[in-house]
């Protein structure tokens, strides 16, 4: 049997150092330690599902906040069912507070739809940050109780692109500034450490004016270009989102963009690239909950393998169920 220590050394090889199972078991086998990958896969399945209760307790808690951000990126997973080896499947990343700590979950689905929210966001009440994917669109109108705000970030990027093939286009050109002028407002409050209610004042008597030129510009230019140019495109895109753009002025809590949870998103990334795909649905669904735990970690400014190594061992010597009681408040900070 494998010890507390080592689960956690492996597990935080992958899942916070990107080094694939294949590769960890080449490295040992040359230090003389014979342990195949398919072994660290399978361990690593079965360690998930002792955990998986702690995972579950994050999701329900971390429905109970008042602002979620929301964005997805592409997965491999083999041998799900009904579906080619070469599919697409879809790593999802929730970005939200618990207890006023920050905390992000993955999660694993065969597809790009949003549906699977719709149990979790059953009793939301607050605010969901996404990009302009439709499916949240359809997911999300209909909540009464749900504000669906948009990302700035998202919008000033068509208009970047245009400015990468047309360095010139005054119009592209003037957008951009101006949408960074929102970035700046929101960089000068952070260092003046303003609090909520200073906040929303400042947003509405400096970022509102900027909002405005931008509603005039966009109202004025849409009409003047064609739908399926790149100023129309990008044109068409601001004024879908414009409604959930606005959201921002009235919720000094609310970030400009998605930046944060596509931040989050970029770990996942960077393993991906290492080991590929997943093997199996199970081992996906286990890389999700191994991602959160990590990610969690970083968050709270804990070293994820010792966060991973007192969890498993406080679990050894006393089984329970785990909860967000076990999130890493407790565990070791990391050392400068």
Known sequence: MLSSSFL???????????????????????????????????????VYEKLSPLIEDIRKELFESKYLQIDETVLQ????????????????????????????LYHYEPSRSAKFLEEWISNFEGIIQTDGFESYD?????KSKILHAGC?????????EILKIDPK???????????????????????????????????QSESKPVVDEIRSWMNKRIIEVAPKSSMGKALGYLAGQWEKLL???DHPELQLDTNLVENDIRPFVIGRKNWL????????????????LVQIAKLAGVDPYAYLRDLFKSWESEPRSLSCQDLPQLAIPVLD
Request: net charge positive; hydrophobic share 40%; aromatic share 12%.
């Open 8 to 46: 956690a050394y492996t597990l935080t090889q992958k899942f916070a150092d990107a080094l694939p199972f294949y590769r960890q078991a080449g490295i040992l086998q040359r230090s003389g330690v014979d342990i195949s990958r398919t072994t660290l896969s399978n361990t690593a399945i079965q």
């Open 152 to 160: 700035w970030n998202h919008a000033r990027r068509r208009f970047f």
């Open 277 to 292: 795909f997943s093997g199996c649905p199970e081992g996906a669904t286990a890389s999700a909950g191994f991602y959160s």
């Open 247 to 249: 959201i921002f002025l």
């Open 138 to 142: 359809s997911l999300l109108k209909v």
């Open 77 to 104: 997973v083999l041998n799900e069912p009904k579906k080619s080896n070469t599919a697409k499947s879809y790593m999802w990343v929730i970005r939200g507070f618990i207890r006023e700590k920050p905390v992000v």
């Open 169 to 203: 286009n005054a119009q592209a050109e003037w957008i951009v500034k101006e949408i960074g002028k929102l970035y700046t407002i929101e960089s000068k409050a952070r260092e003046e450490n303003l609090n909520s209610e200073e906040h929303l004042k400042r947003r």
